[in-house]
């Protein structure tokens, strides 16, 4: 059974653009949650999404967004980004989010802000 | 708001000592106390997990204690070994909502 598969690994980008984010969820697994990991703050949640809804979201500003696909693939946009906007971007799926719901995480996206 | 308070920040065992991570959480929704193990350039790993009704879950050189009263858990190593060596971190889950909150991980180091 494939692992969660998140794309691209790495990313450098400049201040001001935007970028998107790929997460293919192991198959069956309706729930995706995005993360943003930073050495000082460790994994903050962004938001999470269950049968292409939104269903939980974190404090992030309105810069981040996120969807997901009637296949559970979601992706995750930051436009405008900002220095502070470089991280590991980790991408976790689970069957359902409730009961027996271990979230099974991808190896991320490393995004470079210059 | 933190809602899951994990400590140490960093530790350093030396090989076959015993490794010890605490958290705290304030949630009394979480109902599911997952530990994730994180090696460098991975993502993080579920190691082992606990449901507020169990004390204590061993699985292999792996324990969770958990005390629901004072809404405490905490990650026992045995035997550390240096491929241990990684970042732990704990978390809270509401499985209801869906929504996991994590500590900000333990760094830790078994010196052989």
């Known amino acids: 059974k494939a692992g969660v598969t998140q794309t691209p690994r790495y990313l450098i980008k400049t201040r001001g653009q935007q970028v998107t984010l790929s997460c293919s969820p192991i198959?069956?697994?309706?729930?995706v949650s995005w993360y943003q990991q930073t050495p000082g703050q460790g994994l903050q949640f962004l938001f999470e999404?269950?049968?292409?809804?939104?269903?939980n979201k974190g404090n992030f500003p309105g810069r981040f967004s996120g969807r997901q696909f009637s296949n559970s693939r979601s992706e995750m946009n930051v436009s405008t980004l900002e220095l502070g906007d470089s991280a590991l971007y980790l991408c976790?799926?689970?069957?359902?989010?409730?009961?027996?719901?271990?979230?099974?995480f991808g190896q991320g996206t490393r995004l470079t802000v210059v | 708001q933190q809602q899951v308070k994990q400590s140490p920040q960093s530790l350093i065992v030396q090989k076959g000592g015993i490794s010890i991570i605490n958290c705290a959480y304030e949630?009394?929704?979480?109902?599911?106390f997952p530990w994730y193990q994180q090696f460098p350039g991975k993502g993080p790993a579920l190691l082992i997990a606990i449901r507020p009704d169990v004390s204590e879950k061993k699985e292999g050189r792996f324990t969770i204690s958990f005390n629901k009263s004072a809404k405490q858990f905490s990650l026992h190593i045995m035997d550390s070994q240096p491929g241990d060596s990684a970042t732990y971190f704990c978390?809270?889950?509401?499985?209801?909502?869906?929504?996991?909150?994590f500590g900000d991980g333990t760094t830790l180091t078994v010196k052989p």
């Open positions: 976790a799926s689970s069957f359902q989010g409730g009961p027996n719901t271990e979230a099974f």
């Open positions: 978390a809270g889950l509401n499985t209801n909502a869906g929504k996991s909150t």
């Open positions: 999404y269950f049968s292409e809804t939104q269903r």
């Open positions: 949630n009394t929704a979480f109902d599911y």
């Open positions: 198959s069956g697994h309706r729930s």
